[in-house]
């Protein structure tokens, strides 16, 4: 995984999850001076509500997360 998947993330681009799942981003938003340290932005995945992650994607920095973002599949066609 790069240091920062998420600054390579748009809406609408698909993600995979920890889990497996392949998902749709429909919102994200860097609010690096918003946010506790260390989670610089917002998502929102289609059918979960929005939550913090970190700028590696992930959700929770002391345990893996089965919603932590692994990797960028892009836009679906």
């Known amino acids: ?19 497996g ?9 860097y609010m690096p001076d918003d946010l506790i340290s260390g989670y610089a932005y917002v998502v929102r995945l289609s059918g979960h509500e929005a939550s913090t992650y970190t700028p590696e994607g992930i959700f929770c920095e002391d345990d893996e997360s089965p919603i932590d973002i692994i990797e960028v599949q892009g836009k679906l066609s």
Do not use: P, Q
Not at 1 to 17: A, H, K, P, Y
Not at 21 to 29: D, K, L, Q, R, S
């Open 1 to 19: 995984m790069s240091d920062s998947v998420l600054e390579f993330i748009n809406e609408g681009d698909t993600v995979r999850l920890r889990d």
């Open 21 to 29: 799942t392949v998902i749709t981003v429909e919102f994200i938003a």
